[in-house]
Each structure stands twice: as C-alpha cells, then as structure tokens.
C-alpha cells in the first residue's frame, strides 16, 4: 500500500511538473502557410455572352482562379505577361499591403506596369479573414475579363458570428462587345464618344446576349451562338434544408447592379471583410468593387430550380438582366426555372439603395471605434469637365492624371521631378457651387499632384456628388481606398453641411469597408487613419470615370517604406534600373 502511494507520488509530482513547464512556455501556434500560383495572362477568343471577341485571361480562364487562403498565410503570384502588345498590373482588392506596397498592383502608383514577356512575383500577406477581389489595374483592362476572388478563412479552430453548411463565389459583372482599346480612344479624343451601357449582365462569367438583335449580323455563325455552351446560364447546386454563405460582389466597368434570388431571402453578414449586424434583404444592391456575404437558406421546393438574376440601377440603361440557376439537387442544373425570372427593383429608386446604405452597421462584438475625431478634413467634390476641349471628370476642379514614375518610387527616392509637387484643394467653394446645377467649371486643370498626409493621423473624406455635364443628372459613384479601410461615419441628401452634419455621425457602430457608394446628389462621409507607409489610389471604381481623371492618390509615412524591389522599376525615371 505504502509503495502503491509513492509511485502515485511521483506520477502526481511529475504531472505538476509538466503543468509548470507548459504554463511558463509558450506553445508555437499553427504555422501560416505559402500559396504559389503560377499565372500567365493572354488573349483568348472567349464567348461568355454567346458574342465571340477577344479575352483576357488567366491560365485559360475568365473569371480567373479563386484565391483560397487562410489568415496570415502569404500568398505569391508569379505573373508572366503573354499579352504581347501591351503591359498589364494585377491589384489586390481589398488587401491593405501592409509592409508590401510594392505588391499593391496599382500601375503608376505602386510599380511600372509588366511589360510583355516578363514574368513578375506579387508576394503579400492576407492578415484578416474575408471576401476580397483581384482585377487589372492598368489602363481599362479589368472591363476585358480579368479579374477574380479571394477567399480567406479564419484560421483553424476560430468561429465566425454565423453559421453555415457550404461557402460559395460568385462575382458579378457588366460586359461590353467593344474593345478597351475602342473606348479609351473613344474617351481620350477630342470628339469624345461614350462607352454606352454594356450589351450584357455575368454572373461568374456566364451571360446570354440575344444573338437577333445584332444590327451587322456576320457571315461567321460562331460570332453570336446561342447554342455555345461557354453562354450557357452559371448553375450553382444547393442540397435542400442546408444553408449556404454567398460571396457576392461586383467588378462592373460601369453599371450599379442589384442582385436577387426568386423565392429566397438574403441575410446579410459580411460587407468587404468585416461582419455586419445582420439585416434581411430581398435584392442586394452593389457597386463595382464591393464585396457582401450573405446567408441563404435551401427551404423552397425542391422539386424546381430557380432564378438568380441581377440588373441595372442608377442608370436608366438598355442592358437586359443577367441570369443564373439556383439548382436544387437533384435536378438537372441545365433544367430552366418554370417561373418568370424575378423583376428588379426600379433603376431610378434612389431611397432603397440610400436605406440598404444606412442598414449596414458592424457586427456587435467586432466593433473597430473610429477615433472621436480627425486632424484633417478632405473634401472631394466629383465634377464632369471640359480641359482644353477634352471631356473630363475631375474632383475639385483637378482632373487626375498618372505620372510616368509611379509615386512609390519617385517620392522614397526623392525624384522630385517626377510628378507635380503642388497638392490638390482639400475642398471647393462650398458658399457658391451649386450642386443640382450644370457646372461651368472653366478652372478645370489637370494634374498628377498627391496629398500628402501626416503619418498615423487620422483623416476624414468628404465624397460630395453634384450635376453632370448633362442637365437634371447625377451618377452613383463607387470609391475605393487602396492600402486602407474606412469607417462609413454617415451619409446624407443634397450638400454637406461642415457645420451640422458631423453631428449626425455614426461613431458608435460604423461600418468598416474600402470601397463606398457616394449617392445621387449626395454625400457620404469616411474616416480612416493614415497608418500604412506607400503611396496609395483613392479612385472612382467605374473605370471609364478613373480614367477619364476622377481619382487622388495618398502619401503617408513613405520614410518608414522598406527598400523597394528593383522588380517594380523599369519605366519614367527608373528605365534602365528593372530586374526581373
């Protein structure tokens, strides 16, 4: 019995021991892994409206591979450009870059654009959890077909507020038979001619333009085939009584889109990676760089499949819906819904897009406080110019155009020369512009000037939207902040008030996002902190209006920038310094 006690003594001294030894040293979490890709992008005949004509692809594929991550895991990307004839820039939607400004992808802001024949290594960290995007930065190419998703987990053993069976991608896009080489001509001469509405509506790739209504018809029955199965409609297959998160987010070159299932109600979760207190909504509205995750449930009648559609709001355009199949299993998922696909809501319904904008408010329990106040306030009016008889889209009366050094380089290597040193105007005359009127705005200048803000100071945007060139008009636009996030503090009809309108601020639960709508003549209100050392793009997310001018790019903290890879020179100043 004795000798029973003393070996159970010991086991007891040497479990203690243990727990001691385990309490005082510090177990090493799971290892965050690398992703290597290997991506070649290259013209390819595609047909993803039944309408042949040329795409830009990755690996063979429009939309491009998904990117699947977990936090904290880096990923590599060694791009070879097989365009030939014109250099490309892949940007990281939604991914802040953080210690790599270099990779952020933004042509003539973050690095000269890849020639044709190099090969180019983006390497990044994805350091939070979320529903992300990648897209073409150069010149218009995004509207040509590349772009894609990025899907990062939480890491193994963490929880999200929600729950759910199944996770799902798709992205959503507006689509245009012309060139982007036509419509950058089209924009850049003197007799200016508009890219129109886009012929057709993709969800994830797949879209279906009514081959009869062509005005030339060609002698080439493979130029518009209804029959091509690259048009058929997306189908995405859902076990009945289960629950699937949808990924949702749009990448149109143009077009504000609203997005609804038949006979399914969509919960709200996520918006650009942070979680939203959830909200229940019939149709989502989107604009071109947003990212939503929302929670449907299988719970309709199993014996059918049904509808997923999205159409054109904001603009009163000519584009027919865009169509896909919610296919319950085990039906067929080429099995056509036996009702009407699902109307819309009206393109011109200003006050439910306004109210799905108000309803996004962060999630309880991941709240991110803005701070109570700002050291600086930025007021960024969007106006439609005529500069020197081109037609422009400017902000403050500047029209923004790229410098042929990007700003990262030119500003740690101190090339003065580079760009233009004088700032921008942090606001116009707010006393005597009248924001419903047809502007005059014949101080128009163009200019590829920055604001340079003070490092860790924390910032606030004013978007003020105003009258078009054209009369009793105003457009939606959609901003996106590279290398931050934003706190969505407030939104607001007719001019903003500097006086009375902070007031109304959300500072208790606003919404954290990188990219934003700016209503019809309206205003929306953003505080971020200028925490991330580089140069980065604040822009119009409707490329034909970035490239027409309307965008400003931010200096912050460029001291703190660590050595730039030679990698990303080689244009402006640099010519002669790149090495592969």
Known sequence: MVELLQRNGCILKLF??????????????????????????????????????LVIT?????????????????????LTNSLWTENVAIHWHGIRQIGTPWSDGTEGVTQCPIVPGDTFKYQFVVDRPGTYLYHAHYGMQREAGLYGSIRVALPDG??????????????????????TYEHAVGLSSLKFAWVGEPQSLLIQGKGRFDCSTLTTPSLDPEVCNATNPECSPYAMTVVPGKTYRLRVASLTALSALSFQIEGHNMTVVEADGHYVEPFVVKNLFLYSGETYSVLIKADQDPSRNYWMTTNVVSRNATTPPGLAILNYYPNHPRRSPSAVPP???????????????????AHQGFIHTPPPTSDRVIVLLNTQNTVNGYVRWSVNNVSFTHPHTPYLIALKQNLTDAFDQTSPPDGYDFVNYDIYKTPNNTNATVSNGIY??????????????ANTRNPNNSETHPWHLH???????GYGEGKFDMFNDPKKYNL?????????????????????????PGAWAFHCHIESHFYMG??????????????LPSSIMGCGATRGVHRP
């Open 58 to 78: 990755i690996n063979g594929r429009s939309p491009g591979p998904t990117i699947l991550a977990q936090q904290g895991d880096t990923i590599i990307v060694e």
């Open 452 to 465: 340079r803000l003070q490092f860790n100071t924390t910032v606030d945007l004013i978007l003020q939207n």
């Open 483 to 489: 290398g931050h996030d934003f706190w969505v503090l």
């Open 16 to 53: 203690l021991a243990l727990f001691l030894f385990l309490s005082l040293v510090e177990v090493p979490a799971v290892e965050a892994r690398i992703r290597h890709y290997k991506w070649e992008v290259k013209y390819e005949y595609k047909s993803p409206d039944c309408f042949k004509k």
């Open 158 to 179: 963490e929880s999200e507020p929600f729950s759910y069976d199944y996770d799902r991608s798709i992205i959503l896009n507006d689509w245009y038979h012309k060139s």
């Open 343 to 361: 109307a819309g809501p009206a393109w011109d319904n200003v006050r439910a897009r306004l109210d799905q904008s108000l309803a996004i408010k």
């Open 550 to 563: 309307m965008g400003v790019v931010f200096e912050s903290g460029i001291d703190k920038v660590g050595k």
């Open 508 to 532: 208790v639960n606003p919404i954290m996002k990188n990219t934003v709508p700016v209503h019809r003549y309206g205003w929306t209100a953003l505080r971020f902190r200028a925490d991330n």
